[in-house]
């Protein structure tokens, strides 16, 4: 690995993104500010960020940066370190700047985004706590869970947008996804007809999976919406009713004075 400062000009950035096969899409805003500030020499250099290139001559980190030198056409003073793994992708940047979702499509993975936030949302109901009291898993955490079993987070993939597609999307991919992964593991039979009907309305064999349907479509077109943690535990409430054999006439949560419901 080798470090050292370099007056980089647009033609060298241009060449340096050349090499740029894998990375996260370009962000408009962020490159006009940098080449604003580059232009009004307000750029600084001495950040301990660096321009990071791997050990296969690949740009990994700094493509911002480059792509402000080209908008603002003046050279700029800029670390760069070269001869990095090419495994550091999915730590690079992961503070404000790089989700899973950047992760999981440098290892170019299919269905990236989605894929990712339904693991996020299924290692949440994992734990059985409220979305605020979770703490987000980092990317390599992400990855590994989906390591662990690719084919499967591809197939809920696939199913989760089949399925909100039949509810009009009235709810995201990932939610459904999660629920998918995490019902699956209680009873896949059970959990693969409770989200057709709900998601579909076919061949609905509890009433309380019908209330819960009407409910979120009344949620998707009023003005007041409900709390993420509100409405997963609705779904939670309906699923424990069906995998019960039991009805629930009025489908509620009081935040405040409920624990937060267990999927059984």
Same mark, same amino acid.
């Given at each position: 690995m080798k470090l050292e400062t370099k007056l980089i000009t647009p033609a060298m950035a241009k060449q340096m993104l050349a090499t740029n096969t894998n990375n996260r899409n370009a962000k408009r805003t962020r490159i006009e500010k940098y080449a604003s500030e580059m232009k009004l020499g307000l750029w600084k250099s001495n950040t301990g960020e660096f321009i990071k290139i791997s050990e296969n001559g690949r740009l990994i980190d700094g493509q911002h940066r480059l792509l402000a !030198? !080209? @908008?603002?056409? !003046?050279p700029v003073e800029l670390g760069v370190i070269t001869g990095l793994s090419e495994d550091v992708f999915s730590v690079i940047d992961t503070g404000a700047n790089r989700g899973a979702n950047d992760a999981f499509t440098i290892e170019g993975i299919k269905n990236a985004l989605l894929v990712s936030t339904t693991i996020q949302s299924y290692s949440i109901l994992k734990t059985g706590k409220k979305l605020r009291h979770f703490a987000r898993k980092s990317n390599q955490e992400v990855l590994a869970i989906y390591n662990e079993r690719p084919e499967f987070w591809q197939s809920v993939a696939l199913m989760a947008q089949t399925l909100s597609r039949s509810f009009s999307r009235i709810l995201e991919q990932s939610i459904i996804g999660s629920f998918m992964a995490y019902l699956v593991e209680k009873d896949e039979v059970m959990a693969k007809a409770f989200l057709n009907q709900l998601c579909t309305g076919n061949d609905i064999t509890n009433p309380t999976i019908l209330i819960l349907r009407n409910k979120l479509i009344a949620d998707k077109v009023g003005n007041h919406k409900l709390e993420k943690d509100v409405r997963n535990a609705y779904i939670i409430k309906t699923w424990n009713a069906f995998r019960? @054999?039991?009805? !629930?006439?009025v489908i509620k949560f009081d935040k405040l004075t409920e624990e937060y419901p267990i999927i059984l």
């Open positions: !030198i !080209i @908008n603002a056409n !003046i019960t @054999n039991r009805i !629930i006439k």
